[in-house]
């Protein structure tokens, strides 16, 4: 039984989170039809849609998944499946190189500075540990942020999706993959690639260091200039309390590190020393990065279960009377449909112009269509769809001296009215100062599609009540062009 409350469509069109395969082929095909039009041929993808699901988010998915060619999508996103994980492995091989490197720069001419290499091998990947922490509590409180690897991967995706895939949603499988790396899911993968780029670091400079120490001698000594030897005592006996308290190494004296200083170790020094330098890169860099590692794979496991769609979005909600029986599709207003105060018919100024006609977030298909029908009897201003454009329309109506006779906004039935709709209307009818007719186009859509015609007519009737217009429900003949004669009669009598 559809409910009876009016919160019931908000919970409806709050978003509970899908898995990531749906995500990304349910916001593919959005960004395809808002770049193309409606998807053709999706009767039966939307029958499908209202057995399969009770949510309107869960519809959305079921429509994308029976849409034609879902079996291409499919293949796509393994294939994106597969160079993801090429992307981590790049990412390890990278860590890898950089690490061995990076020990031999610090083992040169069989000498090692102790402070030096220390600073190399784990103060720099530590640093990058306090960015990254940085980083992920600045990306909490601003969700969709990106950063630097996060743009890297997006501008990887741009190129490779129209290379590596083959559907006809390539593009947009590649803008929806993109799109995803600011989500939860994304961060996660990101995060956990970052931490295997560090832990690969940590291993290849410790796999380095043992091959080094194990085929030849290496002096190990520190030095200083400005500081002095307590100072570079207290220093190491802080970075050998942990490793310490793990039971790694027994505890060093005071006399063993200051031996350490130029020119003053022994042959057993020089061992006790090089594994120090070893147990130090495994335990301050390897260590930390595994477990965030591990944490970020077991959160990504999570994540990936539950995205959230943008439910908000103009394609999502012009599905929605589609997609849900009458009655389940009411969204949270601030007062039920029934209760919106009523106002008296807007009349036609005295002297007056030609008629405006307006389109009202129609699909790529319907648009111009009713200009063209009317041909010269109206002034087409256009689509009334993003902000920039209402605001433009209304500076238009405002400017127009006389004003027009009567104010035609051509909206589909196909579309369910709320109070924003009714606002908009509000608004573009006061800037034309003259007598408004709404449209309806898209009944023959409504009923092929089993919809209840005569209940969405009255809805939009009750806002035309609120907004003081009437309503003028336009059919197709059987060729597809639009019957508008009683709308002409309407004009030409108004002349």
Wanted: hydrophobic share 50%; charged share 25%.
């Amino acid at each position: 039984e559809p409910c009876s409350n009016p919160r019931c469509g908000a919970q409806r069109l709050k978003s509970n989170g899908i898995e990531l395969d749906d995500w990304l082929t349910t916001e593919s095909v959005r960004r395809r039809e808002q770049r193309v039009g409606r998807w053709p041929d999706d009767e039966a993808a939307i029958l499908i849609a209202r057995e399969s699901a009770d949510s309107f988010e869960g519809r959305l998915v079921q429509r994308a998944r029976a849409l034609p060619g879902r079996g291409s999508v499919a293949q796509d996103l393994k294939v994106l499946k597969r160079w993801a994980r090429r992307f981590l492995v790049a990412l390890c091989l990278l860590g890898l190189a950089s690490g061995w490197l990076a020990a031999r720069a610090s083992a040169a001419d069989r000498e090692m500075d102790l402070l030096l290499v220390t600073l190399t091998l784990i103060g720099l990947p530590t640093v990058f540990l306090l960015l990254w922490f940085l980083v992920w509590m600045f990306s909490f409180r601003r969700t969709r942020s990106r950063g630097p690897l996060s743009g890297i991967a997006a501008r990887g995706l741009d190129w490779l999706g129209p290379r590596v895939f083959r559907s006809e949603m390539a593009v947009e499988l590649a803008q929806s993959a993109a799109a995803a790396l600011p989500t939860s899911a994304g961060r996660w993968w990101l995060s956990l690639g970052t931490h295997l780029l560090w832990l690969f670091f940590s291993i290849g400079a410790a796999i380095a260091l043992v091959l080094y120490f194990s085929l030849a001698q290496y002096d190990l000594s520190w030095g200083t200039t400005i500081l002095d030897e307590q100072t570079v005592v207290q220093l190491v006996q802080g970075l050998a309390w942990l490793p310490r308290e793990l039971g790694l190494i027994p505890p060093l004296s005071n006399e063993f590190i200051e031996r350490g200083r130029v020119g003053g170790l022994a042959g057993i020094d020089r061992a006790q020393w090089a594994r120090f330098l070893m147990l130090m890169v495994l335990v301050y860099i390897a260590l930390p990065r595994l477990m965030l590692a591990a944490l970020s794979w077991l959160r990504l496991r999570s994540v990936r279960r539950r995205l959230p769609l943008a439910l908000g979005q103009p394609a999502y909600l012009r599905l929605e009377s589609d997609l849900m029986n009458h009655g389940e599709s009411e969204r949270l207003l601030d007062k039920p449909p029934e209760l919106w105060p009523e106002r008296a018919l807007r009349s036609r100024p005295a002297t007056s112009g030609r008629a405006v006609l307006i389109d009202l977030e129609l699909e790529p298909e319907s648009q111009g269509a009713m200009a063209t029908a009317l041909a010269d009897r109206v002034v087409y201003l256009g689509l009334a769809d993003g902000r920039a454009q209402r605001a433009a329309l209304e500076e238009a109506l405002q400017a127009m001296s006389p004003p027009p006779g009567e104010l035609l906004v051509v909206c589909s039935l196909r579309r369910t009215p709320d109070r924003g709709a009714a606002r908009l209307l509000g608004r573009l009818a006061d800037a034309a100062r003259s007598g408004v007719v709404l449209v309806m186009i898209d009944l023959d859509s409504v009923q092929r599609r089993g919809g209840s015609a005569r209940a969405r007519i009255e809805d939009w009737e009750r806002l035309a009540r609120h907004v003081g217009a009437r309503v003028q429900v336009i059919e197709r003949d059987a060729a597809g062009a639009l019957l508008t004669e009683p709308l002409v009669a309407e004009l030409g009598s108004s002349e």
